[in-house]
C-alpha cells in the first residue's frame, strides 16, 4: 500500500480536513477574540491569507462539506452552487444544508458547474470554496476574495494521494476557522475507522478499475495512482489495473479497458440514474468480454465518495469494502 493506512471511528459524512500546507500565530481563540489572525494557509501555490473567521462562506463544489459539518461550522455557509447530493449527508448536514440558498445547480456533462461570476461576486463573500472554470482564483483576486481548492483538484494535484491528506486538509479547515481541537477530534475518529475498515490483506484480492463514463455516449474516464481512488481500491483489498498510470484522471479507449480485464468497475457519477452509468459502460463495444460485466460485477457510485480526498472517502471504502472487499 503506497501510504500506511490508520485508523477511523465516526461517520464519514462529519469529519476531516487536508492541508495543502499553512501557517499562523497562535491557537483557538476565546469567544469574540481576534483569535489566531490573520492566518495563512497555502493552497495550489498561493499564500491565501484571512483576516478574520470567514461568516459568508460561498461553496461552489461539495467536497467541502463534510469538514465544515465536522467543525460546526456550515451556518457560516451564505449560498452554495452545484449537485449536492442527498446520499452523502446525514440527516442533520442534510438539514443545514437545506437552510442554505442554491445558486443554481446546472452542471455539464461531465459534471462541471455552470454559473455565471457576476452572480457569485454579487453575493460579496469573504471565502470562496472551489474553484471553477469561469471563477478562477485570479478573478476573485482582483475583487478581494479570497479562495480555497481542494489540494488534490489543483492543477498540480496531489503526487501521492492518501488518507494522510483527508487529515491535512482538516487541520487547513480547522485553522481557517479557528477550529483546530474540532479538527483534531475529528481526524482522531477517521483515523480509526480507516484502520477499522482496511483490508486484512489475507483473502483473495481481485482487480478492478474507477471510471467515470460519459453517460449518453463520449469519453470514458479512468483514475490511476494520482487519484483517491487508488488508496480507497488498495485499503479495499482490490488490485487497481491502472496502478501503472501516474495520472489522476485519463481517456481510456474501450480497447485498454478490455485489455485490462478488471473484475471490478466501480463507476463514477456526479448524478443522475446509476443504470445509465452502468449502462455506458455495458454498452462500449466488445465490454461483455470483460470479466467485470460478464459477471455483473459494475458498481455506480457518487463521485465525492471517492475523489477528492474528503471524509466520504471513508463511506465510499465502506461500500466497495461491503461489496468486493476482503471483508465482504
Known amino acids: 500500500m503506497r501510504r500506511a493506512l490508520i485508523a477511523l471511528t465516526a461517520s464519514a459524512s462529519v469529519l476531516a480536513l487536508s492541508s495543502c500546507g499553512l501557517s499562523s500565530d497562535g491557537g483557538r481563540s476565546a469567544e469574540g477574540g481576534s483569535g489566531p489572525y490573520p492566518v495563512t494557509v497555502e493552497n495550489c501555490g498561493a499564500d491565501v491569507t484571512l483576516d478574520a473567521a470567514?461568516?459568508?462562506?460561498?461553496?461552489?463544489?461539495?467536497?467541502?462539506?463534510?469538514?465544515?459539518?465536522?467543525?460546526?461550522?456550515?451556518?457560516?455557509?451564505?449560498?452554495?452552487?452545484?449537485?449536492?447530493?442527498?446520499?452523502?449527508?446525514?440527516?442533520?448536514t442534510w438539514a443545514a444544508l437545506e437552510k442554505i440558498p442554491a445558486l443554481t445547480g446546472k452542471t455539464d456533462t461531465s459534471g462541471h458547474l455552470l454559473v455565471s461570476k457576476e452572480v457569485v461576486i454579487g453575493k460579496e463573500p469573504d471565502l470562496v470554496?472551489?474553484?471553477?472554470?469561469?471563477?478562477?482564483?485570479?478573478?476573485?483576486?482582483?475583487?478581494?476574495?479570497?479562495?480555497?481548492?481542494?489540494?488534490?483538484?489543483?492543477?498540480?494535484?496531489?503526487?501521492?494521494?492518501?488518507?494522510?491528506?483527508?487529515?491535512?486538509?482538516?487541520?487547513?479547515?480547522?485553522?481557517?476557522?479557528d477550529r483546530t481541537d474540532e479538527a483534531a477530534?475529528?481526524?482522531?475518529?477517521?483515523?480509526?475507522?480507516?484502520?477499522?475498515?482496511?483490508?486484512?490483506?489475507?483473502?483473495?484480492?481481485?482487480?478492478?478499475?474507477?471510471l467515470y463514463p460519459t453517460v449518453g455516449g463520449g469519453v470514458t474516464y479512468a483514475y490511476g495512482t494520482r487519484s483517491m481512488a487508488h488508496p480507497i481500491l488498495e485499503a479495499a483489498g482490490l488490485d487497481n489495473v491502472f496502478a501503472d498510470t501516474d495520472e489522476r484522471v485519463?481517456?481510456?479507449?474501450?480497447?485498454?479497458?478490455?485489455?485490462?480485464?478488471?473484475?471490478?468497475?466501480?463507476?463514477?457519477?456526479?448524478?443522475?440514474?446509476?443504470?445509465?452509468?452502468?449502462?455506458?459502460?455495458?454498452?462500449?463495444?466488445?465490454?461483455?468480454?470483460?470479466?467485470?460485466?460478464?459477471?455483473?460485477n459494475l458498481m455506480p457510485l457518487l463521485f465525492n465518495y471517492v475523489e477528492p480526498p474528503t471524509p466520504l472517502a471513508l463511506d465510499g471504502l465502506a461500500k466497495i469494502q461491503e461489496r468486493f472487499g476482503e471483508k465482504s
Open 250 to 296: 485519463f481517456e481510456v479507449t474501450p480497447e485498454e479497458l478490455i485489455g485490462r480485464d478488471p473484475d471490478v468497475l466501480i463507476l463514477l457519477h456526479s448524478a443522475g440514474d446509476p443504470a445509465q452509468v452502468a449502462e455506458a459502460i455495458t454498452r462500449l463495444p466488445g465490454a461483455r468480454s470483460m470479466a467485470a460485466v460478464r459477471d455483473d
Open 185 to 210: 477530534a475529528a481526524n482522531a475518529a477517521l483515523k480509526e475507522r480507516v484502520a477499522e475498515l482496511s483490508a486484512d490483506g489475507t483473502g483473495e484480492r481481485r482487480t478492478a478499475a474507477v
Open 129 to 177: 470554496l472551489g474553484e471553477i472554470d469561469n471563477l478562477s482564483r485570479a478573478t476573485l483576486d482582483q475583487v478581494g476574495i479570497p479562495l480555497i481548492e481542494e489540494p488534490a483538484m489543483c492543477p498540480e494535484g496531489l503526487d501521492d494521494p492518501g488518507f494522510d491528506d483527508v487529515y491535512a486538509q482538516m487541520e487547513t479547515y480547522g485553522k481557517v476557522f
Open 54 to 92: 470567514p461568516e459568508k462562506v460561498v461553496l461552489l463544489k461539495s467536497a467541502a462539506v463534510p469538514y465544515l459539518s465536522a467543525l460546526g461550522v456550515l451556518d457560516r455557509v451564505s449560498a452554495r452552487a452545484g449537485e449536492y447530493p442527498r446520499d452523502y449527508y446525514d440527516d442533520a
